[in-house]
């Protein structure tokens, strides 16, 4: 039996008594990433990346380990609900135009300790400010730096569209701004370098293109980290208590928490392992969360329907948004359908050996954005679901 057949008959056992659909989280491979994690971040505590977990019992469950510490968030919203729910240290990864939440922290001194927000723009501040409602709390700020690696003069940029702000001297001007400005006080330096940490640089069947990956990362990480020293010394001279500097993520972990000038790191996907992440030569997790549909049809020989699944991921749409049927080994998507909102048509021969009633396996191509489809996690040790706890939806909250 191989590994992977085995974990399918763990997986089958732990959950004989209940109906898919449903989602799982296996345990020791959840444990297990976030060791890798740690021992990647070599000593630089790693914040997690509540958007690639998205279940507050597992947020808890991480940030218990040594190594975690503190929360990175999506929006507004869940930064408030997080730090009203006894998170302390809640860093909104993205600028946020949500007057009525910038009101609530505004109002409380605990939510204003509790959550720090982003900011690239003086703009960003007037609406902070706008929208007080009479608070008068100071708000915390971080600012986030562009991590993009321009080629050729800058005709060519290679990673995500986030902050305006590049060089040392505009984040200094923030800075001052910040600065200069009552209510506000800066705390935070963030600077995300997606192209490296969520790109794989190692898949199968592409040898050019991976080689082609690896030698932008390269060239990307030797820009970012000079750059980003600069900044930290030029922001630093305008606030000197700066508390933190934030970078990378799952795939860049232990290149970025080499960095002198960074003093802790960002991961979250690496603790679920879905399938974008499967292809780096940096890191191997191990696959922790994964979904069941149900055989409802046996349309003829080599094929079995199974009840929807079609849950595509964010990002440019592509084969590889796609979530990837992964126990029994051997199916695949019938290219003509794909996976299907209602019904998922697979092919192959494990295919004739599933009953109706039997469960197919998937892995979600992104990590958290499995928890927008289901309302709980079973999460299985051994072969016993042994907790079943809620998602963000389970709780009613849909932040996005």
């Known amino acids: 039996m191989t590994p992977r057949a085995a974990d399918r008959a763990r997986y089958d056992r732990a959950t004989a008594h209940l109906d898919a659909p449903l989602a799982v989280v296996d345990l020791a491979a959840f444990d297990a990433n976030a060791d890798d994690l740690v021992r990647r971040a070599a000593g630089k505590p790693i914040r997690v990346a509540s958007k690639s977990v998205r279940c507050r019992a597992l947020l808890e469950r991480v940030l218990a380990r040594e190594g975690f510490a503190g929360i990175m968030s999506f929006t507004l919203a869940e930064s408030v609900w997080l730090a009203r729910a006894g998170f302390g240290d809640v860093l909104l990864a993205y600028p946020s135009a949500d007057r009525a939440g910038f009101a609530e922290l505004a109002g409380d001194a605990k939510l204003a300790g509790a959550v720090t927000v982003m900011v690239d723009d003086p703009a960003q501040l007037d609406l902070i400010d706008g929208a007080r409602d009479g608070g008068g709390e100071v708000i915390r700020v971080c600012l986030e730096v562009d991590t993009s690696l321009r080629l050729l003069g800058g005709r060519v940029r290679v990673g995500a569209r986030r902050s305006p702000l590049r060089e040392p001297a505009q984040l200094a001007e923030l800075a001052r701004s910040v600065a200069r400005r009552p209510g506000f006080r800066l705390v935070g330096l963030m600077a995300y370098e997606g192209h490296v940490a969520g790109v794989g640089d190692a898949v199968p069947g592409r040898p050019v293109r991976s080689r082609a990956v690896r030698l932008m990362q390269a060239a990307a990480r030797g820009e970012l980290a000079a750059r980003r020293a600069a900044v930290v010394r030029a922001v630093r001279e305008v606030a000197p208590g700066l508390e933190f500097v934030n970078g990378g993520g799952t795939g860049s972990v232990q290149h970025t928490a080499a960095e002198a000038a960074v003093t802790e790191v960002a991961a ?42 079609g849950y595509p ?10 979530p990837v049927p992964y126990l029994p080994e051997g199916l695949r998507y019938d290219a003509r359908e794909g996976a299907g909102e209602v019904q998922t048509p697979l ?33 299985i040790e051994g072969d016993r679901v042994t907790a079943t706890v809620p998602t963000y939806r389970g709780e009613g909250r849909t932040f996005l």
């Open 313 to 322: 991921a964010s990002g440019a749409a592509g084969r590889d948004r796609l």
């Open 347 to 379: 092919l192959g021969s494990p295919a004739d050996d599933l009953l109706i009633g039997d469960k197919v396996w998937f892995r979600h191509a992104k990590a958290g954005e499995l928890c927008e489809r289901f309302d709980a996690l079973h999460l």
């Open 268 to 309: 979250g996907s690496g603790l679920y392992l879905p399938r974008l992440f499967d292809h780096y030569t940096s890191f191997t997790g191990r696959p922790a969360a994964l979904f069941a549909q149900p055989v409802v049809r046996r349309p003829g020989m080599g094929a079995v329907t199974v009840l929807g699944g």
